[in-house]
């Protein structure tokens, strides 16, 4: 006796490749250039903001270019609200192919020494620069782990090596606490070594030639029903 055959239905937005980009509150600012070019790749792409009107209003002007944007508000010292954002991902389209962490903030903006900069600005920086994105990391692991290739982006400064290694610069670079908290970011959780893996690159936006410098940290390994992603 031949048995029915049943079709089971296939939710479309999971076909979708999706990726979330912070702090991307101006419109000539990194994280809308970065939207953009996901967007220009084929990506539905979630563009957030500490101010949730200014991620509609950004969103909205990608969307008048032609490409597919939504906004959302996202404060990275605000971690508690992190899985409300991660509900939404998950009941929109069930997991997270890229996460930029571009949102940062800069209390030491007028500072050219380490030592010169005042410790509250030091934690504010930790706070959004390191802590946020290792919460958000957290907090989006199981939509990582439901992509086939996921991929974490810290945008980072090279200037974090004014203190990683005292280095002498011709000109003072600015904003040390700053930069080195984002490059610290870059060393985001990674879960033990399992079945899946999310690749965890930094970016630094420019060089002194205009191009974009990227410095891969290995794989942020996961548990999950998918195979590991290879190294390089």
């Known amino acids: 006796m031949n048995r ?3 079709e089971r239905e296939i939710n479309p937005m999971s076909r979708i490749k999706v990726a979330l980009v912070t702090g991307a509150s101006r419109p000539i600012g ?13 990506y539905h792409v979630i563009v957030t903001a500490r101010n949730g009107a200014q991620a509609e209003e950004q969103s909205a002007m990608l969307r008048d270019e032609g490409y597919s944007v939504e906004g959302n508000r996202l404060d990275l010292t605000d971690t508690g ?16 192919d890229v996460l930029v962490n571009n949102a940062s903030t800069m209390p030491d903006r007028d500072s050219r020494s380490a030592l010169d900069v005042d410790i509250p600005d030091v934690r504010n920086a ?6 946020g994105p290792w919460a958000l990391v957290k907090a989006m692991r199981p939509l990582l782990e439901a992509a086939p290739a ?4 810290n945008i980072t400064s090279g200037a974090y090596q004014q203190i990683e290694v005292g280095a002498d610069f011709p000109q003072q670079v600015r904003s040390p606490a700053h930069s080195f908290a ?6 985001s959780p ?22 974009p410098h990227t410095r891969s940290s290995g794989s ?11 190294h390089g």
């Not at 990194?30 to 790749?41: K, P, Y």
């Not at 930790?126 to 802590?131: A, F, G, K």
């Not at 990674?190 to 191009?211: I, K």
């Open 4 to 6: 029915p055959v049943v």
């Open 30 to 42: 990194l994280g809308v250039a970065i939207a953009r070019s996901l967007a220009e790749q084929g």
């Open 81 to 96: 609200d992190f899985a409300r954002i991660a509900e939404h991902v998950r009941t929109g389209y069930g997991h997270l």
């Open 126 to 131: 930790l706070e959004v620069d390191v802590v």
């Open 150 to 153: 996921a991929r974490v982006v």
């Open 182 to 187: 984002k490059q610290r970011s870059t060393s």
């Open 190 to 211: 990674r879960p033990s070594r399992r079945r899946s893996a999310a690749r965890v690159s930094s970016l630094t936006p420019s060089t002194r030639d205009g191009s």
């Open 220 to 230: 942020m390994t996961m548990t999950g029903p998918r195979r590991r992603v290879p």
